[in-house]
């Protein structure tokens, strides 16, 4: 069954460092979301991403988060200068044309340090 | 405004009682539901969903929620439950059917004794 991949699984860095996480998106797919879950609080919204822009994001989703399709099959987050409130649980998501739901990733745990 | 409401973060169930876990929604507009499972150490899994077709929807694993427009209510439930159900259940609600983003809620974690 197709699902979506999110690497690595869990990443540990120093505050003011730069990460990447890593989705690839169910293929025939065409809308990208990352969320993330900050330990013991909702999942939240960061940012949706359909015909290589975004399309909406939320008040989290500041200057410091990128988002980029950089080969028709990863889908990546960016955190310029990580800060320890970004530790969380990131998750991607993905999401076919036809369907309402989306199919979430493994997750990858953001450790600032 | 989007909002859902988990009313209860733990619920503990016997083996073989029924599951009730409460979610109550908020939505400007005709909502899109769903119920998302979250095994340890897993990603979330999608459990079932309601679109504006039957109210009562069913999904994977025995779950069923029912859709009550005048209580803003989706709650989940399941007859009997099964040691593997313990979990982290969240309940989401959206706005459209394309991009539109999940509104979550906090999350209800299950637990079931032997």
């Known amino acids: 069954e197709p699902e979506v991949t999110q690497t690595p699984s869990h990443q540990v860095t120093q505050m003011g460092q730069e990460v990447i996480l890593r989705c690839v998106p169910i293929s025939n797919h065409l809308y990208f979301y990352w969320y993330r879950q900050i330990l013991g609080q909702k999942v939240e919204f960061l940012v949706s991403?359909?015909?290589?822009?975004?399309?909406?994001k939320s008040e989290i989703f500041d200057d410091q988060f990128s988002v980029e399709r950089p080969d028709g099959s990863n889908f990546t987050l960016k955190i310029r200068s990580t800060k320890l409130e970004d530790s969380a649980m990131y998750f991607c998501?993905?999401?076919?044309?036809?369907?309402?739901?989306?199919?979430f990733g493994q997750g990858t745990r953001l450790t600032v340090v | 405004a989007q909002s859902v409401t988990q009313l209860g973060s733990h619920v503990s169930v016997s083996e073989g009682a029924l599951v009730l876990l409460r979610c109550n929604y908020s939505s400007s507009v005709p909502p899109y539901l769903f119920w998302y499972v979250q095994y340890p150490n897993q990603g979330l899994q999608l459990l079932l969903k309601y679109t504006s077709a039957a109210t009562l929807v069913k999904g994977i694993n025995g779950f069923e929620a029912e859709f009550k427009k005048s209580e803003t209510s989706f709650h989940l439930t399941k007859p009997s439950a099964h040691m593997s159900d313990a979990a982290e259940y969240f309940c989401?609600?959206?706005?459209?059917?394309?991009?539109?983003?999940?509104?979550f809620g906090r999350g209800t974690q299950l637990t079931v004794w032997p």
């Open positions: 991403f359909y015909n290589n822009e975004i399309s909406e």
């Open positions: 998501a993905s999401k076919d044309r036809k369907n309402t739901e989306a199919f």
């Open positions: 989401a609600v959206k706005r459209g059917s394309t991009l539109g983003r999940l509104y």
